[in-house]
Structures are given as C-alpha cells and as structure tokens.
C-alpha cells in the first residue's frame, strides 16, 4: 500500500544485543518521526528527520539510540546494548513537511513491537 | 512545557450509547495544532482530525463531532450511536507551532459492548 512500512513487526532479542529497525515513509512526505511506545509512559517522542537539517534528536533517552535517513527517504533506527527497559512498540511517521511550522497530520505505520529478554 | 491529559483511563459503553472523550491541553503558545488518533487493536494509530488553534468551529463529521473550546482548554471528542467497532484507544495529541514532534495524552480505552 501507500502507507508508512516498518520492519520487522516483531523483534526479540537477548539484552545487550544491537538492533535495527526500518522505516519506509510514504512517498513524498519530507518529515519522518520516530516514536517509542510502552505502557506506563504512553507515546514518547524519540527523533525528527526534515528534508536535509539536522534531525531533532531531543527525545532520544540515551546515547545508545541513534537513527539515520539515507538519501532522505527511508531511516532506521538504532539501538545499541539493548536494555529491558528498552521493550516497546516503535513508531514511525511521516508527513507533508514544509518547515518548522507545518501543520501537517502525521501518518503512522503499524510499529515494530520489541522485546527484550 | 506542554501537556495533554486524557483523565479517563477506560471507558465501556452499550451500542448505540454516544460518548465523550475528554482532552484537555496546556501551551504557553498561542499558536498549536489539536489532533485525536485512533488506535484499534491492530496497533495503527490512524488519524482523525486536526484543529488550528485560531479555528474555534466544532466540527463534526459522521457519528463523529469535536468540540474545542480555547477559554477552558480542552478539545472534545464525541462518537454518537457508538458501534463495536469504534472500540479501539483514542489519543489526543498537541503539536506547537513553534515545535514539531507531537505531545499526546495518554489515551482513552474505549470499548463498545454490542
């Protein structure tokens, strides 16, 4: 379909292993947004990518998550060391950006569901 | 700082019942944007409206309306002759003009019971 892809869907891994998840926003959309969601802390806002600036990265909680968007489309987001407090399910989104003031509705994909053990 | 408060953990209705969801919001900007997304059990959250902060008209699209009132700070969200499936977590979200990530609440169970 058109919407935003995200892979896996589902992740397990042993705490202290690394991690890539994928991004694929829609087609178009300038700005892609990650989001972390667990229970207990409801949707937390990690990183921002727009155009070709400096992403936002002021919702990362440590340095062992890092993200990057390559060629301005698709990003991955990296986590390092995994922790359990890591376990969460991973949103990403896109939307129409055009600058900082855009007002544009941001477009989700269905998450990638990670659990460490 | 900003904050959305959705004050109602979990909600359970009959069908057919209408239902409010309340959102009630904090901002030091006078420009920011409102939204509510849906999350249905599949885990999409799936947008449903966005309201400007300078645009007070209630809207109201199907069984859906929305009612934002700036003067009390809250944006409302009413389903009216609730069905099964509009079971799903509802999120109210507050995007600054100024700033671009979402801020949302921290959701509304709903469940409709047929």
């Known amino acids: 379909g058109a919407g935003v892809s995200q892979s896996p869907s589902n992740k397990v891994t042993e705490k202290g292993k690394d991690v890539e998840l994928r991004c694929d926003p829609i087609?178009?959309?300038?700005?892609l947004y990650w989001y972390r969601q667990s229970l207990g802390q409801g949707l937390e806002f990690l990183i921002y990518f727009q155009g070709n600036s400096a992403p936002d990265k002021s919702g990362l909680p440590s340095d062992r998550f890092s993200a990057e968007r390559t060629g301005g489309s698709v990003s991955t987001l990296t986590i390092q060391r995994t922790q359990q407090e890591d376990s969460a399910v991973y949103l990403c989104?896109?939307?129409?950006?055009?600058?900082?003031?855009?007002?544009?509705?941001?477009?989700f994909g269905d998450g990638t569901r990670l659990s460490i053990l | 700082a900003q904050k959305v408060t959705q004050a109602q953990t979990e909600i359970s209705v009959v069908e057919k019942e209408d239902v409010t969801l309340d959102c009630v919001y904090e901002t030091r900007d006078t420009t920011y944007y409102l939204f509510w997304y849906k999350q249905p059990p599949s885990g999409e959250l799936v947008f449903l409206i966005r309201?400007?902060?300078?645009?007070?008209q209630n809207e109201i699209s199907g069984r859906y309306s929305w009612n934002f009132q700036k003067s009390t700070s809250s944006f409302n969200f009413t389903i009216t002759a609730s069905q099964v499936v509009d079971s799903a977590v509802y999120f109210c979200?507050?995007?600054?003009?100024?700033?671009?990530?979402?801020?949302f609440g921290k959701g509304t169970r709903l469940s409709v019971i047929a």
């Open positions: 087609s178009g959309h300038t700005a």
């Open positions: 979200a507050l995007r600054s003009f100024y700033s671009t990530p979402l801020v």
């Open positions: 309201r400007n902060s300078f645009d007070e």
């Open positions: 989104a896109s939307s129409l950006g055009t600058g900082l003031n855009s007002n544009q509705p941001q477009h």
